[in-house]
Nanobody
Framework: QVQLVVSGGGLVQSGGSLRLSCAASARMFHIYRVGWYRQAPGNQREMVASINTAGTINYADFVKGRFTISRDGANVFLQMNNLEPEDTAVYYC????????WGQGTQVTVSS
């Protein structure tokens, strides 16, 4: 069983920055595909960014060069710059290898 512990959400003004962190309990975490998802009220959960085991990174179109996903050992990060009110959502860390795992969500609120 893999546990993902997320930290770093909060309230920020439009144009501000936040850095989300996800700490995994798994050994050999480098073999997991990892990513960040978000879910706003009334919306479906959507992918924000992901890194596969080859290091290939994918971003959702709405990121528009504002977010950067990275990984370091058993940690995954999401640096979010130039945040917009539309980025307000609960953000989740995700990992997949054979099974998929979700961290607890962290609220990101961007005020206008």
């Amino acid at each position: 069983q893999v546990q993902l512990v997320v930290s770093g959400g909060g309230l920020v003004q439009s144009g501000g920055s936040l850095r989300l962190s996800c700490a995994a309990s798994a050994r050999m975490f480098h073999i997991y595909r990892v990513g960040w998802y978000r879910q706003a009220p009334g919306n479906q959960r959507e992918m924000v960014a992901s890194i596969n085991t080859a290091g290939t990174i994918n971003y959702a179109d709405f990121v528009k060069g504002r977010f950067t996903i990275s990984r370091d050992g058993a940690n995954v990060f999401l640096q979010m710059n130039n945040l917009e009110p539309e980025d307000t959502a609960v953000y989740y860390c995700h990992a997949y290898w054979v099974y998929e795992y979700w961290g607890q969500g962290t609220q990101v609120t961007v005020s206008s």
